[in-house]
C-alpha cells in the first residue's frame, strides 16, 4: 500500500515555481530524514534534497542550489519541496523517501511514494 503522497506536481513555464508536498498514510515515520528524489526515462534516479528530521540540516544537489528549498516543520511532516526558478532540465517525475538516513543512492532508501510529474516548458 501507499506509504507516503506527493502533491503539487504539474506543467509550469521556465523561470517558473512550484511547491511540492509529501506526507506518509496509514503509518508513522517518526524520527525518518526525507529525501525528494527526481527521474527522466532512461536514467538513474537522482536525490535532489534532503532534510534531516528535525529541519535543521539539509542537502541539495549542486544543479537545485539556490533555486529549490526543502523544509519540514520541526519534526513533523508534511515535507515541503519548493521549487523556484525552474528549468526544462527540472522535468522529471519527483519522488519522496524516508529511510535512507543521509545516503546519496537511492537504493538505500526503504520507503516511497507514488511520484508526482514536474513538466518545465520553455
Known amino acids: 500500500q501507499v506509504q507516503l503522497v506527493e502533491s503539487g506536481g504539474g506543467l509550469v513555464q521556465a523561470g ?3 511547491r511540492l508536498s509529501c506526507a ?3 503509518r508513522s515515520f517518526s524520527g525518518y530524514a526525507m529525501a ?3 527521474q527522466v526515462p532512461g536514467k538513474e ?3 535532489v534534497a534532503r532534510v ?3 529541519g535543521n540540516s539539509t542537502y541539495y544537489a549542486d544543479s ?3 533555486r529549490f528549498t526543502i523544509s519540514r516543520d520541526s519534526a513533523k511532516y508534511p515535507v515541503y519541496l519548493q521549487m523556484n526558478s525552474l528549468r526544462p532540465e527540472d522535468t522529471a517525475v ?3 523517501a ?3 538516513g543521509i545516503s546519496l543512492n537511492w537504493r538505500i532508501w526503504s520507503h516511497w511514494g507514488q511520484g508526482t510529474q514536474v513538466t518545465v516548458s520553455s
Open 52 to 54: 534531516s528530521w528535525s
Open 16 to 18: 517558473g515555481s512550484l
Open 64 to 66: 537545485v542550489k539556490g
Open 45 to 47: 534516479r537522482e536525490l
Open 94 to 96: 519527483y519522488y519522496c
Open 24 to 26: 506518509p498514510s496509514g
Open 36 to 38: 525528494w528524489f527526481r
Open 98 to 100: 524516508v529511510g535512507g
